[in-house]
T-cell receptor, first 115, second 114 residues
Framework: DTAVSQTPKYLVTQMGNDKSIKCEQN?????MYWYKQDSKKFLKIMFS???????INETVPNRFSPKSPDKAHLNLHINSLELGDSAVYFC??????????????FGPGTRLTVL | AQSVTQLGSHVSVSEGALVLLRCNYS??????LFWYVQYPNQGLQLLLK??????LVKGINGFEAEFKKSETSFHLTKPSAHMSDAAEYFC????????????FGAGTRLAVHP
């Protein structure tokens, strides 16, 4: 049973398109996250939701919009894709209200390539 | 702002040798500390974490790390490397009292050769 799953695994698209990445967790966790890993493997948090409420919103272009329809799902929609958006996007989840001590469980990643 | 430094982007060891991956953080207030491992084309998996209590923390796969406040360090060690340990290792911190915003180091690629 996959704990944190993401779809699609690979996404290749043209500049200017709009795309979505979906994330689901079956761990019963209350908090979910999106991270971006660039070509140099550097990981940076983008957003976090606790029980469908946004609790962390880093300085991310407003072309990126997270949506949490319920606490088991956190989707990432990206408008007007740019070359610099090419990266691996990781979803994660943690139990509880998103405390700094909580362990985060990561999904397998979605590799986005913008041409 | 909090930052994490991992010395050595690539570390190579022989099978059976000691593994030492270095991590230093910048905050004057000790944060919570984590080590994650990423195998090729996979997500990150927690190896171990330090929040409070004993400063020597044992994790999965025989890894351990020691929190040293005076050195602002949280180095990861394993007495005897195995071929299956070859992966990317990330040190991360989160601020005590804050939300669970992990700040990652740049990662260290561990290679294990026969």
């Amino acid at each position: 049973d996959t704990a944190v799953s993401q779809t699609p695994k690979y996404l290749v698209t043209q500049m200017g398109n709009d795309k979505s990445i979906k994330c689901e967790q079956n761990l019963g966790h209350d908090t979910m996250y999106w991270y971006k890993q660039d070509s140099k493997k550097f990981l940076k948090i983008m957003f976090s939701y606790n029980n469908k409420e946004l609790i962390i919103n880093e300085t991310v272009p407003n072309r990126f919009s997270p949506k949490s329809p319920d606490k088991a799902h956190l989707n990432l929609h990206i408008n007007s894709l740019e070359l610099g958006d090419s990266a691996v996007y990781f979803c994660a989840s943690s139990q509880g209200s998103g405390l700094a001590t909580d362990t985060q469980y990561f999904g397998p990643g979605t590799r986005l390539t913008v041409l | 702002a909090q930052s994490v430094t991992q010395l050595g982007s690539h570390v190579s060891v022989s099978e059976g040798a000691l593994v030492l991956l270095r991590c230093n953080y910048s905050s004057s207030v000790p944060p919570y500390l984590f080590w994650y491992v990423q195998y090729p084309n996979q997500g990150l998996q927690l190896l171990l974490k330090y929040t409070t209590g004993a400063t020597l923390v044992k994790g999965i796969n025989g890894f351990e790390a020691e929190f040293k406040k005076s050195e602002t360090s949280f180095h990861l060690t394993k007495p005897s490397a195995h071929m299956s340990d070859a992966a990317e290792y990330f040190c991360a911190v989160s601020e005590a009292g804050g939300y669970n915003k992990l700040i990652f180091g740049a990662g260290t690629r561990l290679a294990v050769h026969p």
